[in-house]
């Protein structure tokens, strides 16, 4: 059974950074996958992130996330990280990590939506106040 754990949610005021984590379970192939991030905020619909390609890092981000968020990889703990800065209040959401097996980079783009994705977290709430 593959798992995801996510940790590193919590509140900050705005401007403040947080550093998620998601480790995913031994009985999960880590190789040619997509992983990343998605949220949810309070009365909205689950959006992604930024995604990760496993093999060799291709790297997608929502334009919401871009030159602030910036997401990376640890191969060998299969183990991904999503540094978000300059944090505002709209990114307070409940935070997801998020895997799929695909033999395509381009699989992790925005385009595919968070119902591609065949595993899940629990996910870690971030918190961002004004």
């Known amino acids: 059974q593959v798992q995801l754990v996510e940790s590193g949610g919590g509140s900050v005021q705005a401007g403040g950074s947080l550093r998620l984590s998601c480790a995913a379970s031994?009985?999960?192939?880590?190789?040619?996958?997509?992983m990343g991030w998605f949220r949810q905020g309070p009365g909205k619909e689950r959006e992604g992130v930024a995604v990760i390609y496993t093999d060799g890092g291709t790297m997608y981000y929502a334009d919401s996330a871009k030159g602030r968020f910036t997401i990376s990889q640890d191969n060998a703990k299969k183990m991904i990280y999503l540094q978000m800065n300059s944090l505002k209040p709209e990114d307070t959401a409940m935070y997801y990590c998020?895997?799929?097996?695909?033999?395509?980079?381009?699989?992790?783009?925005?385009?595919?939506?968070?119902?591609?994705?065949?595993?899940w977290g629990q996910g870690t709430q971030v918190t961002v106040s004004s």
């Open positions: 031994t009985t999960f192939t880590y190789a040619n996958s997509c």
């Open positions: 998020a895997a799929k097996k695909t033999s395509r980079a381009s699989a992790c783009s925005g385009y595919y939506g968070s119902s591609t994705y065949n595993y």
